[in-house]
Each structure stands twice: as C-alpha cells, then as structure tokens.
Nanobody, 120 residues
C-alpha cells in the first residue's frame, strides 16, 4: 500500500510562512487527486486545498490568495505553500491521496498529520 509522510509543520508568527510537503512511498498504479485537510481542536476536519493529477486546484475560501497547492506527478509529492498565516490557521494538517492500486482497487490514504501553530 501507499504511505503518505508529511513534513514542514511547525510554529510561525502571524503574517509568516510555512511550506508543507507530503511524499508518497509504496506502489500504486496511479495517484489521482491529492490534497491537504486540517483539523483544529474541537472542530471537524475540513478541506484546505486539493489538486487533480492534471493540476486543477480548489481552495477553501478561508485560504484563497494565501495558500498555494502544487504537486510533482513524477515523484507523487504534494506541497502546500502557506503565506500570510493567521492564528486561525492553527491546526493539524493532513495529506490525503486518492489511490488506484495495481489491482485497480481504489482507496483513500491519509498521512499521520503535522502540527501548524500560528502565534499572534
């Protein structure tokens, strides 16, 4: 199975920047949509940004103009550049991938999460 490993989280000041990366390992026929989700304490997990294999993107209204998602299909990696961070961006960020296995079975895969904390 494919595994997802996030990196790049940490502490930033309001107005600062962080870059999250998610690399895949394991074997898959193809990685389709990838994305970043986040979950703040006491809140439900929400979509932050998603990107299709051909590069089409979708962003939550709260991060439009501040966050940029990108991917490298050759390496099956996805990144999230986060600029102009706000305290309300504080959350655990999770990488997600829609995987088509060699058997042609489809499944969702989540990373373990990386903490992003923004101080005011």
């Amino acid at each position: 199975q494919v595994q997802l490993v996030e990196s790049g989280g940490g502490l930033a000041q309001a107005g600062g920047s962080l870059r999250l990366s998610c690399r895949t390992s394991g074997i898959a026929f193809i990685i389709n949509d990838m994305g970043w989700y986040r979950q703040a304490p006491g809140k439900q997990r929400e979509s932050v940004a998603t990107i299709t294999r051909d590069g089409s993107t979708n962003y939550a209204d709260s991060v439009k103009g501040r966050f940029t998602i990108s991917r490298d299909n050759a390496k099956d990696t996805v990144h999230l550049q986060m600029n102009a961070l706000k305290p309300e961006d504080t959350a655990v960020y999770y990488c997600h991938a829609d995987v088509l296995a060699l058997s042609r079975a489809k499944y969702d895969k989540w990373g373990q999460g990386t903490q992003v904390s923004v101080s005011s």
